[in-house]
DNA sequence: ACCCACCCCTGGGCGC
DNA sequence: TGCGCCCAGGGGTGGG
């Protein structure tokens, strides 16, 4: 049935950048002032974006000490005492776990980090193999390689003006805009959906057509939304044991629009409607969020 | 410079 | 019951 949110329970949680904040407070405790060992890669896929290949990713990181945990949008990585970074994304279903190195392997691991005090390692395990690590050189401040990814909402150094500025400026939808992480990093399909509904705007709305108060709105929406989600994830994990699960599945609840095709929208009661959009899919109030005479 | 379609990938769910 | 299709979607790429 439409209306059973259980349809859209995640096996392993989508990493939004909540989940992917709680991870990196997991890896500054959990691997900050450690030295990595040895490093395997079981699946070179997974670091397909070190173009130098598997065996020099292993190279750079053995023997290097990690010197700090950071984050930029979803983006992950490591400044290492090497002056490089190793960085990270978690795409659709990676996991970056820190545990004893006597836990069995889990069945999707793909890199393994031993360290060398011997105590728990460091795994990224990822199903989909849509997330990747690298080593990039002389990344420590910001890599190179994510230097086009803007700063989030929740980034102290987020300049709200012009994000309203760049985003009215631009011609296409809003729910384009708010998935440009060059624009605003850190909102996916779920978060958008949440943060339109809030604003009462349709994805497909112009973003040229919108006022300056209605996008500092929708900037105050998303806002929300991440620091909504982020309250509930940071209290329900052990920061040592690096993970995801909970995070999302406890937000879930507390969603208005994703996932609830044909449930009663929580302010006017009018069924929600789910639309294709670019390969997937935009759940919205027919009432609230009345769909734009040439939606984009 | 900007916009956008396409592609990458796996496994749960479901129709036949 | 089992086969095969559909769906989830962030971000890089290349064409317009």
């Known amino acids: 049935m439409p209306g059973d949110r259980s349809r859209t329970r995640y096996r392993t949680p989508l990493p939004e950048l909540p989940e992917v904040e709680v991870v990196r407070l997991g890896l500054e405790k959990g691997v900050v002032g450690r030295t990595i060992a040895a490093v395997q890669v079981h699946h070179p896929r997974s670091v397909r974006r070190h173009e130098a290949g598997a065996q020099d990713f292993i190279d750079l990181l053995a023997g290097r000490r990690v010197l ?33 190195a006597s836990k069995p392997v889990e069945t999707h691991l793909r890199v393994r980090f031993t360290f060398t005090d ?19 050189a002389g990344g420590a401040d910001l890599p ?9 909402p929740l980034d102290p150094e987020f300049d709200d003006d012009l ?80 993970s995801t699960e909970g995070v999302s599945g406890l937000f879930e609840r507390s969603l208005h629009a994703y996932g609830r095709e044909g449930e009663p929208c929580d302010r006017c009661g009018t069924p929600l409607r789910r639309e294709a959009w670019m390969n997937r899919s935009s759940y919205s109030c027919p009432t609230c969020q009345p769909r734009p005479r040439r939606p984009r």
């Open 68 to 100: 700090a945990a950071r984050r930029r949008g979803k983006y992950l990585w490591l400044p290492l005492d090497s002056g490089d970074a190793l960085t990270g994304h978690l795409g659709m279903s990676g996991q970056l776990l820190v545990v004893p």
């Open 118 to 136: 011997g105590r728990r390692e460091l795994r990224f395990v990822d199903q989909r193999t849509f997330g990747g690590l690298s080593v990039v």
């Open 144 to 152: 190179s390689t994510i230097t086009h990814i803007a700063r989030d």
């Open 163 to 242: 994000f309203v500025t760049r985003l009215r400026a631009k011609s296409t939808g809003v729910k384009r805009a708010l998935l440009d992480q060059t624009l605003v990093s850190g909102i996916g399909n779920i978060y958008a959906d949440e943060a339109l509904w809030r604003a009462q705007l349709h994805g497909g709305r112009a973003t040229e057509s919108l006022t300056k108060t209605k996008a500092d709105e929708l900037l105050g929406h998303a806002r929300d939304v991440l620091n909504e989600s982020l309250g509930q994830g940071g209290t329900s994990f052990d920061a040592l044991y690096v």
